[in-house]
């Protein structure tokens, strides 16, 4: 029955785009082999339910905002919305340590999700072992699985320019998070003092 709710969500979130619809498609039209995997890599994804899918869309979320993937927040902020999260869960993912909105497991899900997505990835060990109290070695691996994909498409998106669609107009949509730098920044070559 997930798998049905999540496709009917899916069907729904990208009927409500509005612009750019054909930007990521385009792409991954020029290389039909990576536009194939892409897609069966997505399917295997949606057809894996052990893990409740509200824990994949916070992870998503998460994932997107600290990568600040524009059309990941978009599509996120969306799929969040058919899968039942609330508008504080939305918001709140910046702060999610301190926040009232989530429980214990969604906590540790968010904190893996950011641990996984930092660069280098930090801290997991022990993140993966109280996870492991709370969910099967099945649902960690479906968990770390869309956590590392995200990342995949949130820098695919970012590095080909794909624009967010309108899918989230007119709900509540989650931001990027500031960029934390320690030290200096390395841009176009030159390095700056971080912010």
């Known amino acids: 029955m997930r798998v049905v709710k999540r496709i009917r969500g899916y069907a729904k979130v990208i009927g409500q785009a509005r612009r750019n619809r054909g930007d990521l498609a385009g792409w991954l039209g020029r290389r039909p082999q990576i536009g194939v995997a892409t897609m069966t890599y997505e399917t295997a994804l949606l057809f894996s339910n052990k893990l409740d899918p509200r824990l994949k869309e916070l992870a998503e979320l998460k994932t997107a905002g600290l990568v600040a993937c524009q059309f990941c927040?978009?599509?996120?902020?969306?799929?969040?919305?058919?899968?039942?999260?609330?508008r504080q869960q939305?918001?709140?993912?910046?702060?999610?340590r301190t926040s009232e909105a989530y429980t214990e497991l969604e906590k540790l899900v968010?904190?893996?999700?950011?641990?996984?997505?930092?660069?280098?990835?930090?801290?997991?060990?022990?993140?993966?072992d109280t996870l492991?109290?709370?969910?099967?070695?099945a649902q960690l691996t479906e968990l770390a699985?869309?956590?590392?994909?995200e990342n995949q498409r949130a820098r695919l998106n970012q590095g080909l320019g794909v624009q967010p669609t309108g899918m989230s107009d007119g709900m509540v949509c989650a931001m990027p998070e500031p960029r934390a730098f320690s030290g200096a920044e390395h841009i176009g070559g030159q390095t700056r003092p971080g912010s």
């Open 90 to 96: 939305i918001t709140d993912l910046h702060r999610y």
């Open 132 to 137: 492991l109290t709370h969910l099967s070695k």
């Open 110 to 128: 968010i904190a893996f999700a950011e641990a996984m997505t930092t660069t280098p990835a930090v801290e997991i060990d022990e993140l993966r």
């Open 145 to 149: 699985a869309t956590i590392a994909w």
């Open 73 to 86: 927040l978009d599509i996120g902020s969306a799929m969040a919305h058919t899968s039942g999260l609330t």
